[in-house]
C-alpha cells in the first residue's frame, strides 16, 4: 500500500473528516501553497556578508567567520576534546537513502559485504562513484516525515529519471527532500540560507553547469507536469505566484549548486556508505586532507530511554527531530579520530586523502574552489608518492607527480640513503619506477589489449606513457589521472601479471604499497575479482589482508579506521570460509599440513571476532566465537596466538611488526601505530 492510500485509508475512517475530497488532493494543495511562498534568493556572487544564524556554537564548538562571506565560515573547538568525543550531532532530517541495486545486492551476496570505507565524505557530481551502497535496506528502516512521504508521491511519477547518472538521480533526490523541508520547516530554511553556493564559480564552470542544468531540467519538467495535472497549481504557476519558478527557476539553481557543495555522504556504524545528506549545520565544516573528525553511526539508544538530545542540533532529537527516523537505527555523529585542543579548527574530508597531492588538490578545486593548505597539501614530502629507502623506509628525494609527469624516469640522485647511509641500488629503483609508470598507464588506458606476452605488454605501456608525457601538459595529465582512477577497473586478462608486480613492489620496499598508483591497483584487484576468481581461499585472504593492512590503515593518517567497529568481521568471516573449504578438501596449505592450518586460522579467525566491537553485530560475533569454540575445543595448540598472527600477517606480506605486548605497523608518514594490544586478547584456543 502505498503512503497516500494508507493515510487516506485512515483519513476515511474518521467519520467527520470524509467530506475533505482525499488526502492526495490535500497534499497536492498544500504543495501548492509551499510553492508560493517566500523563498530566499542567494546573491549572485555571494559578496553579501549576511547575516550567519548560528544555532552551532555552544560550549564546545563555535562558528568563526560569521562577519565573513560564505564560504570563509568555519568550526573552531571552544575546549579540549578526547578522543572519540561526540563534537555535534548530524542530522539525517534531509537525507537521501540509498537502496542497493539488484546487480549489486547480488554481486554482494557472492562476495560478503565490502564498502569503501574510506574515501569521500563529500563526491563531486558527475564522477562516478565507487562508494558502494549497503545490502541492508536502510532507506525502508528510517522513518520519514509524513509530508517527505506524500510530496515524494505526489511528484515522483514526473520524474524523468532516464539520462542521468546514478549519482545525478540521486542528487535530484536529495534536492527534492531538501527542497520540502525548506518549504515546510522555515529553521531548516534559515539554516541552508547560512550556506555557500559557489553560484559564480558553477555559473563558470562547463562541466558543473551542465550537470547542474541536467538536474534543474528534470525537476523543472516534474513541477510542470505536477501543474499540468493539477489546475489550482497551474492557475498559480501562471499568475506568476509561484515564488521558486521565478527569474527561470533561479532558487532551484542555487539550491542545487548549494547541494553540490554542501552535501555529505551518509556512513551506518559499519562506515557503509548509505545514502547522501544535507546537515545545513554539518556542511559549515571545512575540509583537511588531514581531518581531526569523522561521522560515524552510533547504536541507537536503548529502549525506555528518555535520553532528550537537546544539543539542538537537527538530529533526531533535535529541534528540527520529529520523524528523523531513529527508532531502530543508531543516531549519526560527528567524532573526533584525534585530539583536539582548544582553536583546533574542526575539519572533515570531503575526498578520498590517499591520493598525490597534485590530484587532491585538482579534486578539491574542481569540485569545491579551493585550494587546500592543510599541513599534508604543504609538506615538502607527497607520503602518498614519494619513494622511500628499501631498507629504513624513510622517505628518498624524489619528484612529486608533477615531477614525474615531466620526466617519468627519474630516480633518486643520491647513492645513499641520508637517514640510514644504506646504498641506494639504482637498477632497484630504475625497474620498481618503471612498475610504477606501468601502472600509471595501465589506469590510463586500462583497455589497451595488444595480445602481447606480459613483458611485451609491460614495455610497450611505459613507452606509450613516455609519448603521452610527452604530448600532453602537466594539467591535462593531472585531469586525465583523476578521471581515470574514478573509472578504473583492472583488465582480466592480465591480473595475474599485475599481482606478481604488486608482489615485487612489497618485497623490495621502494615504495608503499598505501602510495600511488599501487593503492588503486590493490583495490581493483579485490574489488575487479570474485572470490571464485583468486587461486584459493589463501590469495584472497592475503589479497583482502594487503587491502587492509598494508593500503588502508598506513593510508588512515587521522586513524579514521579504527572507529569502524565491524573492521574485523568480514576479515573473520572470510577465514571461516577458507576453514570450511579446507575442512571440505581436507589439503595442505602454505601454513603446513590441514589440521595445522585449520588451527592457525581458527586461532586467527577467533582473534579478529574479538576486535569487532560494535554492539550490532554482537550476535553474529558470539555465535561464531562459540562455533569455533565448539568445534576446537580439544586443540592442544603447540603455536602460540602470537605465532598464528604472525604466520597469517607474513603471508599477506603486509608489514606487521609484532612485539610480545603488540601488533604494530607503520603509516604512510612512518609514524608507529599500534592495531592491537595481544596481552589482552583472551587467548581461549
Ligand atoms: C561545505 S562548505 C564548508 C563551509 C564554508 N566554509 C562556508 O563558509 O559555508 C565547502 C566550501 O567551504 C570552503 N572550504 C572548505 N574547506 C576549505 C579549506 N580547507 N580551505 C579553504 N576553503 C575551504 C570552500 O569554499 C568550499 O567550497
Redesign the pocket.
Known amino acids: 500500500m502505498t503512503a497516500i492510500e494508507h493515510a487516506s485509508r485512515a483519513f476515511k475512517s474518521t467519520p467527520e473528516l470524509t467530506k475533505v475530497p482525499s488526502i492526495k488532493e490535500y497534499w497536492k494543495q498544500r504543495l501548492c501553497d509551499k510553492l508560493s511562498q517566500d523563498v530566499y534568493i542567494f546573491p549572485v556572487d555571494e559578496n553579501s556578508k549576511r547575516e550567519f544564524y548560528d544555532t552551532i556554537s555552544n560550549d564546545k564548538i563555535v562558528v568563526f567567520?560569521k562577519d565573513k562571506f560564505?564560504?570563509?565560515?568555519?568550526i573552531r573547538a571552544e575546549k579540549e576534546m578526547n578522543i572519540g568525543t561526540c563534537v555535534m550531532e548530524v542530522s539525517a532530517f534531509s537525507a537521501y537513502f540509498e537502496e542497493p541495486e539488484e546487480e549489486e545486492e547480488m554481486e554482494e551476496a557472492g562476495r560478503g559485504s565490502r564498502s569503501t570505507s574510506k574515501g569521500s565524505n563529500r563526491n563531486g557530481v558527475g564522477s562516478h562513484n565507487t562508494t558502494k551502497y549497503t545490502t541492508t535496506a536502510t532507506r525502508n528502516k528510517r522513518r520519514r516525515l509524513p509530508y517527505q512521504n506524500f510530496y515524494e508521491e505526489i511528484l515522483l511519477p514526473y520524474v524523468d529519471f532516464s539520462g542521468l547518472h546514478r549519482v545525478e538521480s540521486e542528487l535530484v533526490h536529495l534536492t527534492m527532500i531538501t527542497l520540502f523541508n525548506y518549504l515546510e520547516n522555515s529553521e531548516f530554511a534559515c539554516l541552508v540560507n547560512n550556506?555557500?553556493t559557489?553560484q559564480r564559480q558553477i555559473r563558470a564552470d562547463g562541466e558543473m553547469a551542465k550537470n547542474r542544468d541536467r538536474i534543474k531540467c528534470v525537476i523543472v519538467e516534474m513541477f510542470i507536469a505536477y501543474f499540468n495535472d493539477f489546475i489550482p497549481a497551474m492557475a498559480a504557476f501562471k499568475r506568476g505566484e509561484v515564488r521558486i519558478a521565478k527569474s527561470s527557476w533561479k532558487f532551484l539553481e542555487n539550491l542545487i549548486n548549494l547541494v553540490f557543495?554542501?552535501y555529505s555522504t551518509l556512513m551506518n556504524y559499519k562506515f557503509e556508505a548509505v545514502g547522501y545528506n544535507l546537515d545545513p549545520q554539518f556542511?559549515?565544516?571545512?575540509?583537511?586532507c588531514l581531518p581531526n573528525c569523522i561521522q560515524i553511526e552510533t547504536p541507537p539508544p536503548p529502549p525506555n530511554n528518555n535520553n532528550n538530545n537537546s544539543s539542538g542540533g537537527l538530529g533526531c532529537g533535535g529541534s528540527l527531530g520529529g520523524g528523523g527516523g531513529c527508532e531502530k537505527n543508531g543516531e549519526f555523529k560527528l567524532i573526533n579520530s584525534l585530539p583536539i585542543k582548544p582553536n583546533d579548527e574542526i575539519t572533515v574530508t570531503y575526498i578520498n586523502t590517499a591520493m598525490p597531492t597534485e590530484i587532491r588538490q585538482y579534486q578539491l578545486f574542481k569540485r569545491?574552489?579551493?585550494r587546500?593548505?592543510?599541513q599534508l597539501c604543504t609538506s615538502k614530502t607527497d607520503v602518498f608518492f614519494t619513494m622511500q629507502c628499501f631498507s629504513c623506509f624513510k622517505p628518498v628525494k624524489s619528484p612529486s607527480l608533477s615531477g614525474v609527469l615531466n620526466a617519468p624516469n627519474t630516480i633518486p640522485k643520491e647513492s645513499t640513503c641520508s637517514h640510514c647511509f644504506h646504498e641506494l641500488d639504482v637498477d632497484l629503483y630504475k625497474r620498481q619506477v618503471q612498475i610504477r609508470n606501468f601502472f600509471m598507464a595501465l589506469i590510463l588506458n586500462p583497455s589497451s589489449s595488444y595480445n602481447l606476452p606480459n613483458e611485451g605488454y609491460f614495455s610497450l605501456l611505459q613507452k606509450e606513457f613516455i609519448g603521452l608525457v610527452e604530448r600532453t601538459g602537466n594539467s591535462a595529465l593531472i585531469k586525465m589521472l583523476d578521471q581515470a582512477v574514478e573509472n578504473f577497473q583492472l583488465p582480466t586478462g592480465i591480473i595475474d601479471f599485475v599481482k606478481s608486480l604488486i608482489d615485487e613492489i612489497m618485497q623490495k620496499k621502494v615504495f608503499q604499497l598505501c602510495a600511488f598508483p599501487f593503492n588503486v591497483i590493490v583495490r581493483s584487484i579485490l574489488a575487479t575479482c570474485e572470490k571464485r576468481d583468486f587461486a584459493s581461499g589463501m590469495e584472497f585472504l592475503k589479497y583482502y589482508s594487503r587491502e587492509m593492512f598494508a593500503v588502508n590503515f598506513p593510508a588512515d593518517l587521522s586513524n579514521q579506521l579504527f572507529f569502524n567497529e565491524c573492521l574485523y568481521l568480514e576479515l573473520a568471516n572470510s577465514i571461516m570460509e577458507v576453514m570450511d573449504h579446507l575442512k571440505e578438501e581436507k589439503i595442505a596449505t602454505c601454513f603446513g599440513a590441514y589440521s595445522d592450518s585449520l588451527e592457525l586460522l581458527a586461532r586467527c579467525a577467533y582473534f579478529f571476532y574479538k576486535h569487532v566491537t560494535s554492539k550490532n553485530e554482537l550476535e553474529q560475533v558470539e555465535e561464531k566465537l562459540g562455533e569455533i569454540r565448539d568445534e576446537y575445543p580439544k586443540i592442544k595448540s603447540t603455536l602460540s596466538l602470537h605465532s598464528c598472527l604472525e604466520k597469517f600477517f607474513i603471508h599477506a606480506n603486509a608489514n606487521i611488526y609484532i612485539t610480545t605486548t603488540r601488533l604494530l605497523i607503520f603509516n604512510a608518514k612512518q609514524e608507529q601505530v599500534t592495531l592491537f594490544h595481544t596481552f589482552d586478547t583472551d587467548d581461549f584456543l
Do not use: D, K
Request: proline share 4%.
Open positions: 567567520g560564505p564560504s570563509n565560515r568555519g550556506l555557500c559557489h557543495i554542501n556542511a559549515i565544516i571545512n575540509h583537511s569545491y574552489y579551493f587546500c593548505t592543510c
